[in-house]
């Protein structure tokens, strides 16, 4: 037989592990795994430990005051205390019934707990993994009418993910790259100044190096200097592949850029300031940007080591997104930036002669997203994104140089439009279809060189560009297939070289141009994926 106290006490340590595996299921089911930081899910898991305890006080309060009761109830008659007999023999029976649940709620904690390590890597860096394998079907018409193709060009890429958030406004994103043919690439050549150039680093299907993508910490507050607007610093390797629009193609979350001007890897610093909370307009805010393109600097084993060289200056960038209006169904997105101290190859024939400063450039860029068409028309509009953008270029040439093939000192514009449709699939439940155009003028000249279309950029085509695609998830959103269509007609030379007269010049393509066959004239890709990500 087992005294008052004695089942109080084995129902105290019952109650715990059922009340720590509650708990643990608790934070499990409605913690967030996948959450902003590492940090937020830790403070959930803090407050459901600081609930429990709490319960765990008010239960033993409570038993306390049984005990208490049953002491002054010691002298009752003989039939009560046979009473109690019964009662504490029947207590007895239920305490081996819920001894028998203790190893299960132990289990259960075992379990949760097992996979509380499995989400969290048991490590303070969470780490994820994104391999795509990719079959592109590659063909050039030249301008002489001559033809060019790689009827099965294949690639692996891999981006291993890493974030961590070491308190609510701080955190670190960190992502390493590996992105190769199949096989060594036999047309490689380390001297073309274009194929290792750091803007495309990740982008290019090159060799098996590991590199770094992005690495960068990241600071957000709800209030700037005492006022209510949110804001963000960041500062280091960021994110400016895969941007804004051009992402829904890629199956890609944003990156900040406007995709339409801006595509390639950067080392920067990004300020964000959100002002619906002064202005009461919807999602309107402002982003800073500034980045360095290009160090201008001496090798380590030189006389001055890292010091100025004169063979070019610095690039520099300076950029500013603005949106004026965002409310969840539709947006406006602005952008502007200008690039100091642009490049061209010194001889496009002969690349080790490496490259010169040729001047300056202005972009604008703005786009209108509809993210769901109409107002509860029908769930096919409802679930459709329609897009359109439009873009400007602005050359500044240094004093004597020549821009993109103008004139000597001679400021050009150039002028890009581009409008999208994404839409529900009509075949499966799950899969998106996509189609887009857009078209470049003789001058236009974008930054897109990271865009993820091995035939060159598209949205930097002097010409037209034609693209439509299929993506579905296969399992949930961890394996998924795409096949995609682009084709580029090219109407001037130069869409995809740099910003002097060099490999940059605008020139009207014609199968009586010199050099017709090392000219473009239209390029198609027939691209197949599988993608895993976790």
């Not at 007609?489 to 060099?502: L, M, Q, R, W």
Request: glycine residues 8%.
């Amino acid at each position: 037989m087992y005294s008052i106290t004695e089942i109080t006490q084995k129902r105290d340590k019952m109650k715990k592990p059922l009340l720590l595996s509650l708990a643990t299921i608790a934070i499990l089911g409605t913690t967030n795994l996948s959450a902003e930081s590492m940090y937020d899910q830790f403070q959930a898991m803090k407050l459901e430990m600081q609930k429990m305890k709490k319960e765990l006080e008010e239960l033993k309060a409570k038993q306390h005051t049984v005990v208490a009761d049953k002491a002054d109830d010691d002298d009752e008659d003989e039939a009560s205390s046979d009473d109690k007999k019964v009662a504490s023999a029947d207590n007895e029976e239920d305490d081996d019934d819920e001894e028998m649940t203790v190893e299960e709620q132990l289990a259960d904690i075992q379990d949760s707990i097992s996979n509380l390590n499995k989400n969290t890597n048991g490590n303070h860096l969470k780490l994820g993994v994104d391999y795509r394998f990719a079959v592109d079907n590659l063909h050039y018409k030249m301008a002489d009418g001559s033809t060019q193709k790689n009827n099965a060009f294949m690639t692996n890429r891999l981006w291993i993910n890493m974030n961590w958030a070491a308190t609510k406004h701080l955190s670190f994103t960190g992502q390493l790259a590996y992105n190769k043919a199949f096989g060594a690439r036999s047309g490689a050549n380390t001297n073309n100044g274009y194929e290792t150039f750091d803007w495309i680093a990740n982008e290019n299907a090159y060799n098996d190096t590991l590199r770094v993508r992005s690495a960068y910490f990241f600071y957000k507050n709800d209030t700037f200097m005492g006022s209510d607007v949110p804001w963000t610093f960041s500062i280091g390797r960021r994110p400016s592949t895969n941007g804004h629009l051009v992402n829904l193609r890629d199956d890609d979350r944003a990156a900040s850029p406007m995709g339409h001007t801006i595509n390639v890897e950067f080392d920067g610093l990004s300020s964000k300031f959100a002002l619906e909370n002064v202005t009461g307009v919807d999602g309107m805010y402002v982003k800073l940007c500034a980045g360095r393109g290009m160090s201008n600097a001496a090798p380590r084993f030189n006389s001055a080591p890292y010091a100025d060289t004169t063979d070019n200056t610095a690039i520099d960038l300076l950029g500013l997104i603005f949106t004026p209006w965002s409310d969840g169904q539709y947006t406006v997105n602005s952008q502007y930036y200008y690039a100091g101290n642009l490049i061209d190859v010194v001889n496009p024939n002969d690349q080790s002669q490496g490259f010169q400063t040729v001047g300056n450039m202005h972009a604008i860029t703005a786009n209108f997203i509809a993210n769901g068409i109409g107002d509860g028309i029908n769930d096919f509009l409802d679930d459709t994104i329609f897009f359109i953008s439009a873009a400007m270029s602005i050359t500044d040439p240094d004093n004597g140089q020549s821009m993109l093939g103008s004139a000597i000192n001679e400021s050009v514009k150039g002028y890009s439009e581009w409008v999208g449709v994404q839409y529900p699939s009509l075949i499966s439940e799950e899969g998106r279809w996509g189609l887009e155009y857009n078209h470049g003028s003789k001058y236009w000249r974008s930054m897109t060189y990271g865009e993820d279309t091995n035939i060159g950029s598209k949205l930097a085509a002097r010409g037209d560009a034609y693209e439509a695609y299929f993506t579905e998830p296969l399992i949930d959103d961890i394996l998924s297939l795409q096949i995609r269509y682009t084709y580029i007609d090219y109407k001037y030379a130069g869409s995809n070289g740099f910003f002097g007269s060099t490999s940059g010049a605008s020139t009207l393509i014609s199968n009586t141009m010199t050099g017709a066959s090392n000219y473009v004239d239209s390029a198609q890709d027939i691209r197949f994926y599988l993608r895993y990500r976790y």
